[in-house]
T-cell receptor, first 112, second 112 residues
Framework: GNSVTQMEGPVTLSEEAFLTINCTYT??????LFWYVQYPGEGLQLLLK?????DKGSNKGFEATYRKETTSFHLEKGSVQVSDSAVYFC???????????FGGGTRVLVKP | GAGVSQSPSNKVTEKGKDVELRCDPI?????LYWYRQSLGQGLEFLIY????????KSGLPSDRFSAERTGGSVSTLTIQRTQQEDSAVYLC??????????FGPGTRLTVT
């Protein structure tokens, strides 16, 4: 079956540091890939997505590239802010709009 | 516009009781999903409704769990004879077919 593995947290960074959260997946076919974010006390929000190999999703300074050869979708941001403190979830679906399979989530804490 | 709403926001129940959780999707969204977020299991898919098609129930953990969607809109997730391991946050999401999912704030269920 499908699965998503992402690095365990918590990840603690200083403001303006570089953030990388690794995500790898196992799936049949060609899934769509997503990063969702859950800010403290809020619901899950879509951060970015990519629907085919070599696509780059980007939003709010975050980027992730769909790498079929390494089955990865690592999330990066060049300069984090305190407001980026949240839990980040990598996810896939076998087709856009279909059920999501999530990774375990990575908690990120950015200190001023 | 209005997002996905869920009620109640919190529910405390005694072991063995039945509970009903409600989800109001975004108007016009044809697909509706239920997920469960728990400490031990992370984010898990439960059930998926798409238009008039038969629902995908492949994620329901036991026959104590059931869901229905009336009139293609509101959905109710029912858990019968609740157990302590059912304690979790139950998330509902909706989408236009094959597009991104929008999540509600969740219902936190505590079984005592």
């Amino acid at each position: 079956g499908n699965s998503v593995t992402q690095m365990e947290g918590p990840v603690t960074l200083s403001e303006e540091a570089f953030l990388t959260i690794n995500c790898t997946y196992t799936a049949t076919g060609y899934p769509s890939l997503f990063w969702y974010v859950q800010y403290p006390g809020e619901g899950l929000q879509l951060l970015l997505k990519a629907t085919k190999a070599d696509d780059k999703g980007s939003n709010k300074g975050f980027e992730a590239t769909y790498r079929k050869e390494t089955t990865s979708f690592h999330l990066e941001k060049g300069s984090v802010q305190v407001s980026d403190s949240a839990v980040y979830f990598c996810a896939l679906s076998e087709a856009a709009g279909n059920k999501l399979t999530f990774g375990g989530g990575t908690r990120v804490l950015v200190k001023p | 516009g209005a997002g996905v709403s869920q009620s109640p926001s919190n529910k405390v129940t005694e072991k063995g009781k039945d509970v009903e959780l409600r989800c109001d999707p975004i108007s016009g969204h044809t697909a509706l999903y239920w997920y469960r977020q728990s400490l031990g299991q992370g984010l898990e898919f439960l059930i998926y409704f798409q238009g008039n098609s038969a629902p995908d129930k492949s994620g329901l953990p036991s026959d104590r769990f059931s869901a229905e969607r009336t009139g293609g809109s509101v959905s109710t997730l029912t858990i019968q004879r609740t157990q302590q391991e059912d304690s979790a946050v139950y998330l509902c999401a909706s989408s236009m077919e094959r597009y991104e999912q929008y999540f509600g704030p969740g219902t936190r269920l505590t079984v005592t």
